[in-house]
């Protein structure tokens, strides 16, 4: 059985004050949060008996290998995963609305914004700490290598592909080897830390600003005091409130759980497997994620100002100006990729079979270990790239108020949301003057939509008879609706190639960047 609960707790309250010209406003809402979620059904293990033809026990068919009790692989978690995710957040904020005059009101206050750790009280959860990696320890992975000699930018039989131990390499091993950690080379979870950060608290591993204050200020202006035009504006800060997403790839990570892989065995090798002599098959761990820091909130600078007017005709006719701008608070980086990427395959000894070896034998920062993702946070310098968006966008509308049975109205958009859609450490080691990285990553975002006309109408029909029976039938009836047109969203095409060989599948020649599109703005 597992549960899945969901607590709240939650506390608000707001005062308000009047005195004189001056509208006090002040409040304080504050949440704490638990949430439980079972991670791993899969914790019981798992037999693998399908065919394999380096399986030196497999017979061909894998139900002849199951009645036999010979398996491929038998896959078991060394722990369930059932993560109890706490959290604390906290706001305030205080306002005063000031008459200054019959016809203008200013408005202006601050709120401000704690947001508290995310932790666990489960033991579920792990991180790479960095001063807790020993270079003695780092485990060597097998390395491909082909039996005839071949050099990596020459296609290798698949009869002729083999393993070695760097350390070895005169025994050829079978080239399921290739990417696994050489037995007793060295620590699988070298430099993992499980349950939180030294210092911190069980499962936590980064916290927040601790304080952030947001200012805002408006005003409303009535321009001759007959209510029939006015100018309004307002501009302020707003920091976005933290999702627990970057929390959550510490949960279930190693050592605090991962799998346990014996390859080509039988049913006597995992009933005995203290004295059978087996090694557990350990590959480097995909992605883990580094913490340690103060990371700072999401945040936007927003800005209105819109003049409105009375017409005639019970219309009221708007024309406003909406801007923002979006940073993010940081970024997450792979500080394990390989050195000096761009080109590299451009050495033969980066490949095998003319294509590029897998990532994780290239990695020498802390080799033996996969992707290690880290915080770079804003406030530290680390802003390229961090504006995510520029709103810049002209609304209109015309709205007639109901009269004789009608009311309708028109709004129109027209709108430019362009940022950086991501980041890429090795475009800019491509081109530090940062023009390839441009062209890559800025451009619009999900919020470009250039033209948003939306329509609405309401028309009360009219009675057309006094017959009882039929007045009662199609009386009191109305038509309305809305009609909305808008500009889709950018789109981002993407290329690939089923052609082989490392001149077509990544002719840059730098790993983790593969094909990309040319846009030629020639039709198909």
Known sequence: PAGNRNLRWSFANNLSWTRGRHSFKFGVSTEWASKTEPLSPNYRGNYNFGHDAQNPLNTGNGYANALLGNFSTYT??????????????????????????????????????????????????????????????????YQPTCANNNPGNVACPASQQRAIDPANPGTLLPSVYVGNLVPGSGVLTNGMVADGYPGRRGGEYFDFTPFA??????????????GRQALRASTGIFYAIPTRGQWEGFVGQPPSAFNRVVQWGSFSDI?????????????????????????????????????????????????????????????????NRPVNSVFM?????????????????????????????????????????????????????????????????????????WGWNGYDPILLEADPSGGLNRLFNWGPTADNRVHNLNINYSYNIPTVTDMAVVKWLVSDWQLSGVTRFMSGQATQPSCSTTTTGIANTNPTLTPGITARCVYTGEPL
Not at 213 to 226: C, V, Y
Not at 302 to 327: D, I
């Open 213 to 226: 204050a947001a200012p805002r200020i408006g005003f409303a202006w009535d321009i001759k005091g007959d």
């Open 76 to 141: 078991e978690l060394t722990d369930r995963v059932d993560r109890d995710r706490r959290h604390w957040h906290t706001e305030g904020f205080a306002q005063d609305s000031w008459r200054v005059k019959s016809n203008f009101t200013l408005d202006y206050g601050v709120r401000f914004t704690y947001t508290g750790a995310y932790y666990d009280t489960r033991k579920s959860t792990a991180g790479f700490y960095e001063p807790n990696w020993q270079a003695s320890l780092a485990p060597r992975l």
């Open 345 to 417: 395959l451009a050495n033969p000894n980066n490949l095998f079979n003319n294509n590029a070896k897998a990532t994780n034998l290239l990695r020498t920062n802390y080799p033996g270990m996969g992707a290690i993702q880290k915080w770079f946070d804003a406030a530290d310098g680390h802003n390229v790239n961090n504006n995510t968006l520029r709103y810049h966008s002209m609304q209109t509308s015309v709205q007639r108020r109901m009269t004789r049975g009608l009311a309708m109205g028109a709004a129109y958009t027209l709108a430019k949301g």
């Open 271 to 335: 009933e005995n497997f203290a004295t059978s002599g087996r090694n557990f098959v350990e590959t480097p761990f995909n992605t883990q994620n580094a913490g340690g820091e103060t990371r700072s909130l999401d945040k936007s600078y927003n800005l209105n100002v819109a003049y409105q007017r009375e017409v005639g005709f019970n219309t009221t006719a708007e024309v406003a100006y909406v801007g923002s701008w979006t940073y993010a608070g940081g970024r997450t980086e792979d500080i």
